[in-house]
């Protein structure tokens, strides 16, 4: 991985997250240089979204999590009480999450939502217009009626985009965004993309977009993370990780996208199930399920380097 | 002239609340034949679950006809339904919500099937969707999505319906073991010859999938044709919009 020490955006080294004695996310590392999008792949307890909520301490009740190393823009995060913590979030982290209805509150309006966070990006007092440009800002047509209007009164697309603006108004040094667009259709999620790629230029923000889809986060990554089972077990460039899948698990996933997409008559198949987080295989945890499974798989299995930036979790690159 | 297995006559489908009426479904004509696999496609509020549930009559139409196998359903009452509905049957999007959690697959399987006098092992029924036998003791949270839909798959078999409508059946399986439950669909299709009415908003499916498609939008059917057509040559502006969405 590229970027360390005090230029980067982001630095993690080896999070793990449990839940009493079971293992959910199992020694991750990321790292983001300002500017930079990651997209973080993964299906249903791969830990994707649970990595991210532990780097806003926002992990459910009950999970603890751990790291040799949590940085952002060189300051160790670890050290932080719950107050200093708390200023940082919006302005050093903020998230955006897969459900734009549970992300405000039904009673307020997108004015009294947007204001608040204005207040946080220190406001001239002139909220409203600043509100009304922010909103302008991602494509919402006559912002002063919207900010009048419920989170019920608009679409998910537009609650989409009038978060992305709340999160835009504060610039924060790293946005997590997870499924932002999986909720929305297809016509929908294209604008949204869109939109996140018009941001990407307008904002210094790190960027980490959690998708299950390896063709949306192409559209929007500089370098892309597969995770499985906890484990990330592939990272690299983009378009090097879509063209040329090293690890198994990522060539399944891309066979059966690009199968799809050609109307082929049968579509590739990856057997078998994701693994139970209560009980994952040992060593590889794709193991189960792989047609190059062979002996040394049942061990752990580390970080290779076969290619320039790129790494993955598999014995075959030896 | 041989009666379709299901037509539709301007089928109007209405919500009212106090304040306003709302037209889900507004006209919609088509015809699926035996074997016919139909998809629907368009985005949410277009009208296309509330169709599915309205062509078996889990709702009741304002106006227009549904005549599945050549009878008119449109008006039928619950009791004069039920020996129709192993005819057609319904795999939902959300696999857990569609078990009763307090009984075991083999119960969820074994239960239809006693109502509508059908003879067969609920192991065979496990099998034919690719489940082990000992599943049938399980709980429905014990079971993965994938092995869920499956199991939800085969509870629609079990009855040999004509038609089966799945709605948005693959969307919240996982990417690895939605390839998994797309094939399963296409060799049940091709072993039993049930019609599918096949409701998605991910035209790749579609098109892997279904021989025709439909586009809808707010509750009308904008065109209806041979999958390979609508993709080369769509014939409305909306279709042409939808097809450009295609990440590739």
């Known amino acids: 991985m590229t970027a360390a020490g005090m230029s980067a955006a982001l630095e993690l080294r080896n999070l793990r997250v449990t839940l009493g004695t079971v293992q959910l996310v199992r020694g991750v590392d990321l790292d983001l240089a300002p500017g930079e999008t990651l997209g973080v792949i993964g299906e249903s307890g791969s830990g994707k979204t649970l990595t991210c909520l532990s780097l806003l301490r926002l992990l459910p ?73 922010a909103l ?4 919402i047509a006559e912002p002063e009626r919207v900010l009048r209007r419920y989170p019920h ?16 108004t504060l610039a924060p040094d790293v946005i997590i965004a997870d499924e932002p667009t999986t909720n929305l259709d297809n016509i929908i999620e294209q604008q949204i993309l869109a939109l996140f790629r018009s941001l990407q230029q307008r904002l210094s923000s790190a960027l980490v977009f959690i998708t299950h ?13 597969v995770m499985y089972a906890g484990q990330i077990v592939e990272t690299g460039p983009a378009e090097a990780v879509l063209h040329r899948p090293l690890h198994p698990y990522t060539q399944g996933l891309i066979a059966t996208a690009d199968a799809l997409a050609s109307g082929a008559a049968q579509l590739a198949e990856i057997p078998g199930q994701p693994p139970s987080v209560l009980d994952p295989p040992a060593g590889c945890a794709f193991r189960p399920r792989c047609a190059s499974a062979r002996a040394g798989c049942e061990a752990p299995q580390a970080l290779r380097s076969p290619g320039e930036a790129r790494q993955v979790r598999c014995l075959l690159y030896d | 002239m041989t009666e379709p297995l299901l037509r539709l006559e301007e089928l109007v489908v209405e919500f009212a609340d106090p304040h306003r009426r709302v037209r889900a479904v507004d006209g919609v004509s088509l015809e699926i034949g035996a074997g016919d696999i139909l998809g629907l496609v368009g985005e949410s509020g277009s009208g296309k679950t509330t169709l599915a549930k309205t062509v078996l009559r889990l709702y009741r139409p304002h106006s227009g006809r549904i005549l599945l196998q050549g009878r008119d359903i449109t008006h039928l009452g619950e009791a004069a339904l039920r020996p129709l509905r192993r005819h057609a049957q319904m795999v939902f999007q959300d696999p857990l919500s569609s078990f009763n959690p307090r009984h075991t697959i083999g119960r969820a399987l074994a239960i239809p099937m006693r109502l509508h006098g059908v003879a067969r092992p609920v192991p065979d029924v496990l099998a034919d969707v690719g489940l082990p036998a000992g599943f049938a003791d399980r709980y429905p949270h014990q079971l993965s999505g994938g092995q869920l839909q499956r199991a939800a798959i085969g509870r629609a078999l079990s009855l040999s319906p004509a038609l089966i409508v799945a709605d948005e059946a693959v969307s919240k399986l996982d990417v690895s073991v939605r390839a998994q439950i797309l094939n399963l669909l296409r060799r049940v299709h091709a072993e039993r010859g049930v019609s599918l009415l096949f409701i998605t908003h991910d035209l790749h499916v579609a098109r892997f999938l279904c021989h025709r498609i439909g586009v809808m939008r707010a509750g009308r059917l904008l065109e209806i044709g041979p999958t390979a057509q609508v993709f080369a040559s769509p014939a409305h502006e909306y279709t042409r919009t939808l097809l450009g969405t295609i990440v590739t």
Do not use: C, Y
Request: charge should be positive.
């Open chain 1, 213 to 225: 889809d390896m063709r949306v986060a192409a559209l929007v990554s500089d370098r892309l993370a």
């Open chain 1, 61 to 133: 009740r009950g999970m603890a999590a751990q790291a040799d190393v949590l940085r952002l823009k060189g300051t160790d995060l670890g050290g932080l009480d719950e107050a200093a913590f708390r200023k940082l979030r919006g302005r050093g982290i903020a998230m955006i999450f897969q459900d734009p209805v549970g992300a405000f509150n039904p009673a307020k309006r997108i004015g009294w939502h947007m204001r608040a966070v204005l207040a946080r990006a220190a406001s001239d007092g002139a909220w409203q217009r600043r509100a009304a440009a």
């Open chain 1, 153 to 168: 009164q608009l679409s998910g697309g537009m609650l989409q985009r009038a978060l992305i603006a709340m999160v835009a």
């Open chain 1, 136 to 139: 302008s800002d991602v494509g």
